[in-house]
């Protein structure tokens, strides 16, 4: 009966666990869902549809200290969707963008709240979009240091444009 017990217990531990590979895999941070559906929709606006299996976008604990980056992409250009972004970067963000409105409505447009947008739709344009950094010059938000985290920020106009181009430009 032990070994019944026991062959059972084994069996639920190893078949609960997520597996990246697994096609129906879809794992978002819930506080980088709001940047990761406003990705979806910016690509869905353009007629651009993703699918939504083998998607794993997580909060991960020191990236600044190994890889000195607010984000990884790992496989990109592949049928899997794997990024990290800095836990502690990503709640200081989420901290700062965290205020309600007079309705109770979380305030979005903060320059907390597009820093941390700018981080996840970069991650993305690597991923979903098979995009690398581009050179310094080019207005884009794949630029590999963030040149224009500030124009994402502050400037509304600036931040379509860089939202266009990291869906015009793939």
Do not use: W
């Not at 506080?31 to 993703?50: H, K, N, T």
């Not at 991923?127 to 938000?141: C, K, P, Q, T, Y």
């Not at 994402?152 to 931040?159: C, L």
């Amino acid at each position: 009966m032990k070994k019944i017990i026991m062959s059972i217990l084994t069996a639920v531990i190893f078949s609960s666990c997520a597996v990246m590979t697994d096609e129906a895999h879809y794992e978002v941070s819930p506080e980088l869902r709001v940047f990761v559906d406003r990705f979806y929709a910016e690509a869905e606006s353009r007629g651009i549809y993703f699918d939504r299996d083998s998607v794993s976008i997580e909060l991960r604990d020191n990236l600044q200290k190994t890889d000195l980056a607010y984000g990884v992409t790992y496989g990109r250009g592949s049928a899997y969707h794997l990024i990290f972004i800095d836990r502690q970067f990503a709640l200081q963000q989420l901290n700062e963008f965290s205020a309600v409105d007079y309705l109770g409505d979380v305030v979005y447009d903060s320059a907390a709240f597009y820093t941390l947008e700018y981080v996840v739709f970069h991650e993305c344009g690597h991923s979903f979009l098979n995009r690398g950094h581009v050179g310094d010059g080019h207005f884009s938000i794949m630029t590999g240091d963030g040149s224009y985290i500030g124009n994402f920020e502050s400037i509304d106009a600036d931040r379509q444009k860089l939202i266009n181009e990291l869906f015009d430009g793939h």
